[in-house]
Nanobody, 123 residues
Framework: RVQLVESGGGSVQAGGSLRLSCAAS????????MAWFRQPPGKEREGVAA???????GYADSVKGRFTISKENANNTLYLQMNILAPEDTAMYYC?????????????????WGQGTQVTVSS
């Protein structure tokens, strides 16, 4: 069965960096588009960054120039490098896999989800 396990979250001061990882198993990693989503406290889940099976990427406007999505097919891992973090980046971050259809940053488009990793940015 498909499993996605996120790691790398934590607490950081504004301006700092974190790198999130998502270890995937149970499917051919290179075949699926994948994405990172986040859900701030009291708000809806939103798309952050996505990478298609072709390798093309997409980002939310709020993170462009600060976050970078990448993946290593050899070790079945998706990454999100987050730089210049701000308090508004505080959220639970989730990875998702298998784009069924729809937009790359649309949460309804993905079949599989991890349990999430918390990112807290203090001012």
């Amino acid at each position: 069965r498909v499993q996605l396990v996120e790691s790398g979250g934590g607490s950081v001061q504004a301006g700092g960096s974190l790198r999130l990882s998502c270890a995937a198993s149970g499917y051919t990693f290179s075949r699926y588009s994948m994405a990172w989503f986040r859900q701030p406290p009291g708000k809806e889940r939103e798309g952050v960054a996505a990478i298609a099976s072709t390798g093309s990427t997409g980002y939310a406007d709020s993170v462009k120039g600060r976050f970078t999505i990448s993946k290593e097919n050899a070790n079945n891992t998706l990454y999100l490098q987050m730089n210049i973090l701000a308090p508004e980046d505080t959220a639970m971050y989730y990875c998702a896999a298998h784009l069924r259809g729809g937009g790359l940053l649309d949460s309804g488009s993905y079949s599989y989800w991890g349990q999430g990793t918390q990112v807290t940015v203090s001012s």
